[in-house]
T-cell receptor
């Protein structure tokens, strides 16, 4: 079946450091890929998405590129801020399926220190 | 502003009691979902509904029940049959077009003792 594997957390960085959170997936066909973010005490919010190979999703300084050859969708940000502290979830949607087919990774907790 | 409202934020119950978690949305979305979040396990789908008066089991439906009598509302009942009910519960909604993103509420933390 489809699955998503994220790097284990927690990740702790200093403000202005470079961030990478690794995400790899296993899927049949051509899934769409997503990053969701969960701030403390809140639900998840869509951060960015990519729907086909070589697409780059971007939002709020975060980027991720859909790499079919390596089945990866790593999240990057060039300079993190304290306000980026949150849990980040990588997810994929079964091609042709609705949102009920969304498969989430286990989440990676990021803490950014001033 | 449109959004999803879950209430209450914190809920405490004694073992053996049923409890109902509220979820209301004003986004005019057809589809609604319930997820359970446990530390280190990500999100697991409990139930979902794509249209009023219809719903389907997700991956971990045992011990839970839902209803969808109105488009705006999708309450979840955690029954006494759920063996490990203490968790963070998230409600979400989406449109039904391909790749419609999920919109989440802020969750209800249920503690059963």
């Amino acid at each position: 079946g489809n699955s998503v594997t994220q790097m284990e957390g927690p990740v702790t960085l200093s403000e202005e450091a470079f961030l990478t959170i690794n995400c790899t997936y296993t899927a049949t066909g051509y899934p769409s890929l997503f990053w969701y973010v969960q701030y403390p005490g809140e639900g998840l919010q869509l951060l960015l998405k990519a729907t086909k190979a070589d697409d780059k999703g971007s939002n709020k300084g975060f980027e991720a590129t859909y790499r079919k050859e390596t089945t990866s969708f790593h999240l990057e940000k060039g300079s993190v801020q304290v306000s980026d502290s949150a849990v980040y979830f990588c997810a994929l949607s079964d091609p042709g399926g609705g949102s009920e087919k969304l498969v989430f990774g286990k989440g990676t907790k990021l803490t950014v220190n001033p | 502003d449109g959004g999803i409202t879950q209430s209450p934020k914190y809920l405490f119950r004694k073992e053996g009691q049923n409890v109902t978690l509220s979820c209301e949305q004003n986004l005019n979305h057809d589809a609604m979902y319930w997820y359970r979040q446990d530390p280190g396990q990500g999100l697991r789908l409990i139930y979902y509904s794509q249209i009023v008066n219809d719903f389907q089991k997700g991956d971990i439906a045992e011990g839970y029940s839902v209803s969808r009598e109105k488009k705006e509302s999708f309450p979840l009942t955690v029954t006494s049959a759920q063996k490990n009910p203490t968790a963070f519960y998230l409600c979400a909604s989406s449109g039904t077009t391909y790749n419609s993103p999920l919109h989440f509420g802020n969750g209800t933390r249920l503690t059963v003792t």
